[in-house]
Each structure stands twice: as structure tokens, then as C-alpha cells.
């Protein structure tokens, strides 16, 4: 199915979106606007876009640490995720839950997520919610390649597979896990090859591609939605900053060469490039794009800003719903 | 049929089925949960009712079915997912407690979770140090759980359907030595409101405060006791947390003395903070310390020879009903 | 390498070992002198049989809750088992420990375990003790099936090949995990289609035939012996009775034509048939062979029998090791 | 050089370098330990000085990470695994609790298990929910480990070294906001005993106990009660399990009043075990009965806003102590 142009934009401005969000986000935290850890997606726009561009609003994902851009895609509202990243009583969580486990339930994202791997069971408790009450929405579980490594990756995807569960795993191998090569924690190079252990396919993409990603996504989750089962997609891809904060060169555990030829392919630019080339859109166009997605980030930072931070009160609340049924 | 007697188990199962009947969105799933009808035939004939859709067989995955559980909880259902034996909560203590316990908080408030997850706890069938813990202290420091242990059939009844009806994660303990205790059970449905204990027997003279099994205990040395002209009044708390303190401050008030009872190790086990609320919220009623009848500081050992005397039971919280009496108001 | 006749008739003499002990506990529980749980190893004899005949003494093991078969097969003392099973103080656990948490260190077994998986990671641990001496030592995970779908059996898993250690898994596929047929709890059939998830190789073999474990062991151990890391085997077995206790037909979860069809295959008889085609042993030397365990055994029950139950004090001794160094 | 001054997390790192130095089989094992010298830095230069081979980075594998120095441990080595946050424990609970916990006992005392975990505790980061928990209550509930959490630069050193060198699994928690915080260390090998207490300082009127980062709230509480002339005395825990009793009694009945601080959440906390045994062999001793000041029952929150007034502190302490003086012997 050919995308429209319109289309075209869309997934740019959500990659847009995503980078200017987190580069924000890395200055204010530079600024000591932004308490706590950050762990920023840029580098990897594409994965989340081309993902949940195939995804419709009623679908789950649940996501990770790294998980600003998954719910930026997802549909998310910058002027909470902002609020809460600087602990606003305006932020997604009320500024209780901070980058780590940001949230949107009613755009199905269920959360970032602290402990490795910990949201793929998740994501399949989704799936299984889905299958159970017969409806055709999928459930995503976004990952990085060094989760897999972890033992409750292993038990979601057998987990899915065995009850042939519609859901999709995507894995972000962005090359490490924290300061450690992803090369030194498997032996295998290709996240892929895990897949035929659970009985599903999986298929390899270029994470800087968002159109590459979005088209084996959406295979995944047509398989998914006419009830074939879980499939996984790994979308190979590089986190241009340091693991959290926002030092990019420099670093002791990989070559700033490393960084810099990933960045000659950077998914924004090279898909800016495409399309010009494509003459799927103009110059103008996308800078009317950019120029959109900074007025959005003024307008968060400006609400953040004046949000003020929760009152000592909420301490106490939210520990228990008291709405039982 | 008010006085109809059926097993502690039975009762169990059968509060699953009467709430599976009145919402579809209640299902369980688990290790041979479904075709096998749970190793403790727990979940007896529930899939042969409600078919394999409602009545999940899982793998050997105990993350997984904890994040199972949350992920159609988040999502609107309303699982019942099950561990089998206690002592594996601690393979899913992740999921359990910083995921389903934190989410909701986490999320601001904004997420329901009705979780119930079920296991069963305690020891006395020599199944050795990895299967038959009683792990309650555990998961009572972590806030966003309740922790739920019934003591009989009626109880298990009500209680468990209050954890499925309830929209935060509850754990529901059962005492693999209690699965058989017959007990009057009504036959529709009924809650028993979690976080509210029990008097199980009044008296006089001393409380005891316990929960689970133990409060049989309790219950048989409180006999013992009556025989020996002393009123025991027993206290099972039937929820940990949230914990009803007030019902067992009240009762300590009038009684002057009280042990609490519970077959974990005493070493920071619950009853330490029982104890510690106790001392705190009835100081000056206080005619002895509060006593502790639990478990000693070792894992529990496989031979009945070992086990038997591991094991606190009616005679031992006698015995510390009987100290904490003798005590003197001023022993120094 | 061939194997002289000697070897031949030490596998028959490990096999009928196993056998006749579990045998025997069986009727032990059923007299109600045995307490707790027992799962027997009936009916797999070939597996840990097969695999300890390619061990050295000085090599590790680590086990299940199906264990008995392993620690016999790897030497262990059939009167001290059989004390600790019935819970005596002559056992190998002082009664402490019973059937599940069986062991003999100097022998290099570590441990029956509880709790399924948990004995996998502890193995890598033992690999790793190898290769930090620069011994040539292996260890060996015995898991089942069904356990290979929790988090500890992958995160061992991968670990022992990311740190490229001296450790062989060993998989018994028995078709079942309790009640459940593995079939419904993994999509796959074969458990070594999770090794390349790994990176390691993987072989399977039929789980009935002891000199093909044995063979398949010995090159998995001549690899990991000589530092090329770690590999897993998969044998294709089955339990004769029921996951605990001794009931073997008639029950729900299995079809008893199933059971005689696995019994037809027996892999102490069909062992002694090939002996006997083979000309490597006649059966009045295989009739030595049984009428010698038989002793054992007998051996084995006086010897439980008459070691007392282990004293009250013993209840509170062992928690903490008081021999610091 | 007795008065040598260095940094809580150097007297760490100078400890495990120290032990590495004079034992071969003592290694580090665990999430970029290795190249990258921990997260915080706990083992800066270790790889450097020893190698890869001594000092191994990990995949993300907790449970895994715990088996690999179980394994070593029964087979002859003495690992140091690191679990990175205190959160993460739960991710390896079984393998903590159900199997390093357990071995020994199970296998009929002849296993010796010299395995050291170790991990950073506590908030006061804005790290949110899952890393920022203290814990030490769900593991001083296991018999088989001991639970070692050091309230300075000296102790860590000397806590450490013994760690390393008890042939029982140890848990060693640093507390993440003290990692940089200085003190007198001397420079060569040194051992505190594991199970004995510390008179952090002296005092007639309360005693405060505490363990961890809470031990210098103590004691600037201390400060500033001594400014309204009122004298408290501070016990150091250092080690909850074993717990040295003994050292807090004796304490308690010079006093006759006693609060328990922690950073942990209150209800179902260490304190409540410490409560318990106060009360119980200094019952006649007390005139009020053992306060606690912990965190309140909720998940930690992420906002500085919130997580400020969530954690207790030296004011919040100075103020228990305050009530704890001020309650009339008869309160009621
Ligand atoms: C269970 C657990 N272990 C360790 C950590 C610390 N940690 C946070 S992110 C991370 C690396 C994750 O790597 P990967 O999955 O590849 O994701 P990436 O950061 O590369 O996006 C680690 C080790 C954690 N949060 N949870
Ligand atoms: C973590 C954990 N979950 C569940 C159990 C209960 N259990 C004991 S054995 C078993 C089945 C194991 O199957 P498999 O690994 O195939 O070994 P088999 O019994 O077939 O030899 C189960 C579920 C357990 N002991 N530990
Ligand atoms: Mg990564
Ligand atoms: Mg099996």
C-alpha cells in the first residue's frame, strides 16, 4: 500500500517531535531543570515512528527506560511528558512517576518502564486481553538487545507464542547495553536468531529507516491482528547520546567515529533527503514541520514551567484505587 | 441450606467460579491451573466449566504469568493468576513488587489494577526448605499490595471473592495444611471487606493475634487455656495489609497481655510490626511485653523429626500464653 | 574410541543403580516410610547415565527436582541417599535437605533444587570456578523441558556462552512439565532450537539409547574441556510415572498407550539386548550385574533404616557456616 | 597516615582492592563493574589492576549473576556479585533467598557459600519507584544471609572486608547518597565484625537506632537536640542480620527511651523487628514506648517535591525524639 505524502509528513513530524523533545529535555536537565535520570532516544526516531505509525490508537505498547520517544510517537501530549519529566503536578503521572515509567493508558502506552525487560510481560498481558476478548488490536513490547538477555524477555516471548498471542516484539539492538558492547554480552550479533527458540519470525530491519521499519511492522501486525501469532522485529539503530545525560563524544566505551557514521545516517535527515529526492515533499513543507514542532515544544516547556509541583498531599494518594467495583 | 460444610478448598474454588459466572472478565491462568485443575486441586473443574479460554494452562514462566496478569489488568480485565507454591513468589518478586504493587502510584493514580494472584504458603508436608515458606513480611513492606490469609472455609469464601472484586493487586494466601478443614460455608455469593479482622474468640484475659492456619492454632490453645480457667481472646487479622490494628489495640486493652502467633520465621516476620503497633498504640495497657510464637531462624528442614519441632502449633502458643501470664508487672 | 566391555556393563551397572533405587523409594513411599514429595527418575536412566560416563569425578553437575538419577549416575552413595530420602540423620543432608535438595559436593553434584530452573545458573557458576583456575573441569546443567521456559535457564544460558564457559546442557525432553504436555507450553518441538539463540550448538539425541547420550556428551565435554565453550544436548525421553509419586498408567494427562510404547524402548532392556547381540556381555554377567545392586539396595535400606532420625538440636546447626576464613 | 581522608565509595573500592590483592580467589562479577568501574564508580580501577579475567562485566542477568557466584562460591572461589540498584534484588530473589540463603542449611551444613552481593540503596535522587527502595527488611527475613549497611567511610572499609571474608552470603548495601562522603580511613587491611553494633555517640536521655545514611541523620539530630539539652546516644547497627540486640539494650535501659530511624518504608520495616525485641527485653525499662521514623507507606515518589518530604530526615528524627521525650510515663 502506497503512503501519501500526508503520510509521509506525519512520520517525519513524529520523529521531529521525538528529537526536539528529548534535546530539549537534555537542556533543561543540563540546566538542572530536570531532576533524576534521563535516558534519551535520539538516534532512534525512526524505530518508535515506523512502529506505531502502523499501529492504531486502540493498540498497546509497552516500553522501556528509553522510553520518551515511544510514547511521543504513540500519540503523546509534550506539554505532560514535559511537566512530568520535571516533576510537575501537570506532568502524565503527576510528576510521581518521572522519565522511567511515563504512561498513557488512554493511547494504550503502558508505561516506560526501570527494570530491564520487566514491560514485555506486560505487553503480553495486553495481548492476552486482546485474543480474550476476541478483538483485533495487537500489543507491542518495544526492548532494547541487551533486555533480551534478560530472563523475563525470554519467558514474555515464549509466553506469547505458546498461547499464540497477537502480539509484536520489537527489539532496538542500538549496539550496547548501558557502557557494555552488546557484542560482549552475546555471542550472537542478530537478536533474530532468538526468535526460531520460541516458534516465531523475525525478521531484521535498518533502524534508521523509518520507512523500512514501518513496512515490516506493519507485516508483524497484520499477522498478529488476523490472529497468526506474535512475530519480532529487530531494527538495528545507535543512541547518538551517552546511555543517560547528554554527553555524546568522548566516551570511553565507543569510538566517536562510531558516532559520527552513524549520524551520517541519521533517520530525520536521510528521510528529509528521500523525500525531497522522491519529490514526496518540499523544503518548505518540512520546514513548516519543524517550525510546527517548535512551536510545540515552546508551548510544553512553557506549560511546564508553570505547572506547579504537586502538593505535599499527594504523597499519600494513589497508593491504593479506592474505586473498587 | 445455611449450614452447608464443605472444605476450605472447596470454598476457595468455589468463590472463583461464582465471580467467573458474574463477570466474564474474570479468568485464571497459571502452571496446571486449567486441564489439571491446579496441583492443590484449587481450581477443580473451573476449566472444565469455563473452557480453556477462561482457564489458562501457562508455561514454567512465573514473570511472565505475574506480567501476564498486570498487562489484562491494566487493559480492563480481571485476572486471577496463580503461583502454586509460595516460596516461587520470589522468582516473580520483580513483577509482584515493583511492577504490580508500583504501577498504579507510578501512573499517578491513574491505573486500576485487579490482580488477585494466589498461591499457597506454609510447611508441615515435608516439602523442605523450597516449598513450604510462609513469605507474608515480605510482600507486606511493599506498598500498592494487600495481602490476604484466610484461616477457614468461610473466610477463604469471602475473602477471595473480595480480592477478585477489588481494583488493586491482592495476594491470596491459602495454608496447604488447611485445604481439607471442612467449615460452614453459605452458597451465594459474599465478600468479607479486606483490611477488617476478626474476633475469633472473646475473652479475657490475653489476646492472641494471628492469621492463616496459626489462628486454628490459636483457637485450640485458647481451649487448652479455658481448661485451665484462663479467657483467651483470639484476634485473626484475615488481612495483613492493610492491617486492622484498631480491632487488635482494642482487644489489648482489655486484656493487658497478648502473644502474636504466625508460622514464618520470627526474625522479621510480621508479627514484629504488629508487636511494634501494639507497644506503640496500647503502651500503657501493657502488662507484659507483647510475645512472638513463630518459627526459629533457620529454613525449614525437610525430616518430620525437624519439621514437627520447627513448626509453632497449639501447644507452643500455649506455652507463650501461659509465659506471658506468669510474667510479673515488674520483672527486674 | 571404542568402549570395553568393562564400560559397557558400568552403564548397565548405573543404570539398573537408578532403577532399582527409585524403584524402590517408590515402595518405600508407598509404605509411608518415606516423606515428601518424590519425583522419579524411572525410565531416563540412559540420560544421566550417558552423561556422568563422560564426566570425571572432579567435573560439576547441577541438578533438579528430578535428581536422584543424576547423583547415582555420578557416583553417589545409594545408603546415604536413601537415609536422606527417608529423612535420617545418615543422610547426605543429615534429613535436612530430602529428596529435592539432594547433593554430594565431593562428587561434584551440586544439588538437587526446588525450584525448576535454579540449578542452571549455579552450574554456569561452577563453569565459570573452571575456567578462572585454568582447570580443564566442566559442569553440567541437567534441566527438563519445561523449565527451559523460565528466565533462569536463559540468562544462564546466555551467559556461560557470552563469558565462553566450560558448561554442557543437558536437556531431558520428557513430553511434559507436571501435567502439562509441552506442546501446549512452547510452539517448538525441539529444544535446541533455542541454541543458536545462544550461540552454541546443539544436538539431539535419543534419550532411550545410553551410548548415544554417552557419545553425544563426550564431544559436547571434549569442546568445552579444551575451551572452545559451551554446548547443549537435548535427549528425547520419558518418565515412567507420574511427575511425583508412583502411579504410571491410567492417568488423564497422558494416554497409557503412550507410556507402553515409550516402556517398549526401555533403555535398560534394549541396552541389554544390544550387549547381548553384541557379544559384549552374556546375561549371566548382566544377571551378576542386578543381583549386585539388588544388594546395594538391600544394603541401602538397612543402612536407612537403622541411622536415626537426626537430633533437635540439628534443627538449628547449619543456617550460617561457622568457619570463617 | 591514621588520619587518611577518603570517600565512603573509595573505602569501598580500596576494600574489594585490598581482599583481591591478598586472596586470588576473590573476583568481581556483574553490569559494567569491569571496563566502566560500576555506575557509581564502586569499582573504579579494579578491571584496570586485575584484568578482565578478575573483573567480569555481565550480561543483564540478575538471576543469573547470583548463580554464577553461587556456583563459584560451592566450588571453592569468593565472588563478589554486584546487583548495580537495591531494586534489583527482586529480579533475583530466588536465586538470593530460596538458593544462596538456603544451600548451606539444606545440603546438611556442609556447604560453605563465601558469597558477597552487593548493591546501592536508597532515594533522594529523583530516581523514582524502582530505584530508589531500601529493602533490607524483605532479606533480614531470610535465615542464611546476613545483611551488612554501612553509615560511613570507615565502616564501609572495614564491613566490606569481612564480607568478603565471611564464608556466608552476605548482602552489602551502600547507601547511593553517601557514596561521596568523606572520612578517616586507615590504609591497610582491616576487618569490623559482622553482628556487632557501634555507640555511634554517647548519650543519657534517648537512644536512637539507625543503620545506613540514617546514622548521620542520627546524629545531626543528635546535634541539634544537644542545643535544647537534651543528650542522645546513637547505635550504629552496622550489620541487621545477625542483629546485635545486646549493644541496643543496654542502651535502652541507661536510657529508658528509644526511637528506631530508617529510610525504608515503616510499616512492615527492620524497625519493626528492632521495636519488637526492645520491647521485649526492656519492657520494664521503657517509659515510652519505641517510636519509629521511617518513610510513609508509598511507592518513592520521583518529584524532588514529593520525594523531599517522603524521606525522613535529621528534622524528622530531632522531632521523634522530641515526642518521645515529651510523653508523660502515663500517657492515657
Ligand atoms: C533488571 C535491571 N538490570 C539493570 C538495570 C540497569 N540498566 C538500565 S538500562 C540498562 C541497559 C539496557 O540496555 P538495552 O536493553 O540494550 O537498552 P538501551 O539502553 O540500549 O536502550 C541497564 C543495564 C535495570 N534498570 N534493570
Ligand atoms: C519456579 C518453579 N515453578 C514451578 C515449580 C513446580 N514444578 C516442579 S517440577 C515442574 C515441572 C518441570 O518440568 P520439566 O522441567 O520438564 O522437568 P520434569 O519434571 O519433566 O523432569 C514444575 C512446574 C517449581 N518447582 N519451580
Ligand atoms: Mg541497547
Ligand atoms: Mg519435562
Known amino acids: 500500500m502506497e503512503l501519501t505524502p500526508a503520510r509521509h509528513l506525519d512520520m517525519l513530524r513524529s520523529m521531529i517531535r521525538i528529537r526536539l523533545f528529548e534535546e530539549t529535555a537534555g537542556k533543561l536537565m543540563e540546566a538542572g531543570k530536570m531532576p533524576g535520570f534521563l535516558h534519551l532516544y535520539v538516534g532512534q526516531e525512526a524505530v518508535a515512528t515506523g512502529v506505531c505509525e502502523a499501529l492504531r490508537v486502540d493498540d498497546y505498547i509497552s516500553s522501556t527506560h528509553r522510553g520518551h520517544g515511544h510514547l511521543v510517537a504513540k500519540g503523546g501530549d509534550l506539554s505532560r511528558m514535559m511537566a512530568e519529566l520535571m516533576g510537575r503536578a501537570g506532568g502524565y503521572c503527576g510528576g510521581k512517576g518521572g522519565s522511567m515509567h511515563i504512561n498513557d493508558l488512554k493511547l494504550g502506552m503502558l508505561g516506560a518502564n526501570g527494570i530491564v525487560g520487566a514491560g514485555v510481560p506486560i505487553a503480553v498481558g495486553a495481548g492476552f486481553r486482546n485474543k480474550y476478548l476476541g478483538t483485533d488490536q495487537v500489543s507491542v513490547a518495544f526492548f532494547g538487545d541487551a533486555a533480551t538477555n534478560i530472563g523475563a524477555f525470554h519467558e514474555a516471548a515464549n509466553m506469547a507464542c505458546a498461547l499464540h498471542l497477537p502480539v509484536v516484539f520489537i527489539c532496538e539492538h542500538n549496539m550496547y547495553g548501558e557502557y557494555t558492547p552488546t557484542e560482549k554480552a552475546m555471542v550472537i550479533a542478530d537478536i533474530v536468531d532468538r526468535a526460531a527458540g520460541y516458534g516465531m519470525p523475525g525478521v531484521i530491519v535498518d533502524g534508521m529507516d523509518v520507512l523500512a521499519v514501518h513496512e515490516a511492522t506493519l507485516e508483524a501486525v497484520a499477522r498478529a491482528r488476523r490472529g497468526d501469532g506474535p512475530a519480532l522485529v529487530e531494527a538495528k539503530t545507535y543512541r547518538y547520546y551517552n546511555h543517560h545525560g547528554i554527553q555524546n563524544l568522548g566516551l570511553k566505551y565507543r569510538p566517536d567515529a562510531e558516532v559520527l557514521a552513524w549520524k551520517e545516517r541519521d533517520p530525520i535527515f536521510s528521510f528529509e533527503q528521500r523525500l525531497l529526492d522522491g519529490g514526496i515533499a518540499t523544503r518548505d513543507e518540512m520546514d513548516d514541520v519543524w517550525a510546527g514542532v517548535r512551536a510545540t515544544i515552546e508551548t510544553a516547556i512553557e506549560f511546564a514551567d508553570s505547572s506547579p509541583f504537586p502538593e505535599p498531599e499527594a504523597l499519600l494518594t494513589g497508593v491504593y484505587t479506592r474505586s473498587n467495583s | ?332
Open chain 2, 1 to 332: 441450606m445455611s449450614d452447608r460444610t464443605i472444605s476450605y478448598v472447596n470454598a476457595f474454588t468455589e468463590a472463583i467460579q461464582l465471580e467467573m459466572e458474574a463477570d466474564p472478565d474474570v479468568f485464571i491462568a497459571g502452571e496446571d491451573v486449567g486441564a489439571h485443575g491446579g496441583v492443590f486441586h484449587t481450581f477443580d473443574g473451573i476449566q472444565a466449566r469455563f473452557g480453556e479460554r477462561r482457564a489458562v494452562d501457562t508455561p514454567i514462566s512465573e514473570q511472565a504469568i505475574i506480567g501476564l496478569g498486570i498487562g489484562a489488568a491494566l487493559t480492563g480485565l480481571r485476572p486471577i493468576v496463580d503461583l502454586m507454591f509460595m516460596d516461587f513468589v520470589l522468582v516473580a518478586a520483580d513483577q509482584i513488587a515493583n511492577q504490580a504493587a508500583k504501577l498504579k502510584y507510578m501512573f499517578g493514580g491513574n491505573a486500576k489494577l485487579p490482580l488477585t494472584i494466589t498461591t499457597t504458603g506454609g510447611a508441615g508436608l515435608s516439602a523442605a526448605a523450597q516449598h513450604s515458606q510462609s513469605l507474608e513480611a515480605m510482600f507486606c513492606h511493599i506498598p500498592g499490595l494487600m495481602i490476604v490469609y484466610p484461616s477457614n472455609a468461610h473466610d477463604v469464601k469471602g475473602l477471595m471473592a473480595a480480592c477478585i472484586r477489588e481494583d488493586n493487586p491482592t495476594l491470596m494466601v491459602l495454608h496447604k495444611r488447611m485445604l481439607g478443614q471442612k467449615g460452614i460455608v453459605p452458597e451465594g455469593r459474599y465478600q468479607l471487606p479486606l483490611g477488617v479482622a476478626n474476633v475469633a474468640r472473646q475473652g479475657s484475659d490475653v489476646t492472641v493475634v494471628s492469621w492463616g492456619k496459626m489462628v486454628n492454632d490459636s483457637l485450640a490453645a485458647a481451649d487448652q487455656l479455658a481448661a485451665e480457667g484462663t479467657s483467651c481472646e483470639v484476634v485473626d487479622l484475615r488481612t495483613l495489609s492493610p492491617l486492622d490494628i484498631d480491632t487488635v489495640v482494642t482487644s489489648v486493652r482489655k486484656t493487658n497481655r497478648v502473644i502474636v502467633a504466625h508460622e514464618a520465621v520470627r526474625f522479621g516476620g510480621f508479627g514484629a510490626e504488629v508487636a511494634a503497633q501494639i507497644q506503640e498504640y496500647a503502651f500503657d495497657y501493657l502488662d507484659a511485653p507483647v510475645g512472638r510464637i513463630a518459627a526459629p531462624f533457620t529454613p525449614i528442614p525437610f525430616t518430620p523429626a525437624l519439621e514437627n519441632i520447627y513448626l509453632p502449633d497449639a501447644n507452643k502458643i500455649a506455652a507463650g500464653i501461659r509465659e506471658t501470664l506468669a510474667r510479673p508487672l515488674l520483672a527486674t
